[in-house]
């Protein structure tokens, strides 16, 4: 397989692709915030396809591609996370609570990020992801520093 076929010319994927998305088991790396313009991102590894084993091998392969997951015109952001551990692993993001923001010109919709460690929770306009290389074939859910490259936040 060709990793390019995962992503082909679309490098960057929307909040109206959200339907056809999923983020089991996406390691996140890092979370930015940029309050200058409402925003917050995820750095993290994002699983594009499982492949099942083939006999004799008993485990998935994967193919996976670092991303930079981020939110527009964020508000009420909680964020509820515990850990012994400095990492973090998403079981998935739901939304829900769709209604138009104060000014009547856009919509928001509640978000919540569920994961390994607690949960981060907030109301954003929308979202882009961002593929900044790749998919990687790998027996791994996440990637090495040198298989992601350089987190270049959005």
Request: charged share 25%.
């Amino acid at each position: 397989m060709d990793a390019s076929q995962f992503i082909g010319e679309m490098r960057v994927w929307t909040d109206r692709d959200f339907d056809f998305m999923g983020w089991h088991d996406a390691t996140v790396h890092g979370l930015v915030f940029r309050p200058q313009n409402y925003s917050f991102a995820l750095d993290l590894d994002y699983i594009l396809k499982w492949v099942e084993p083939e006999p004799p091998e008993s485990f998935y392969s994967f193919w996976v591609a670092p991303a930079t997951l981020a939110f527009e015109n964020v508000s009420e952001l909680e964020i509820a996370i515990q850990s012994n551990l400095p990492q973090l692993t998403l079981f998935g993001i739901e939304r829900d609570d769709e209604r138009p923001v104060p000014n009547g010109h856009l919509k928001s919709w509640r978000y919540i990020l569920d994961a390994d460690q607690g949960t981060i929770t907030f109301r954003a306009t929308g979202f882009t992801q961002k593929f900044r290389n790749l998919p990687v074939f790998t027996r791994q859910q996440s990637l090495t520093e040198q298989e992601r490259g350089d987190f270049n936040a959005y």
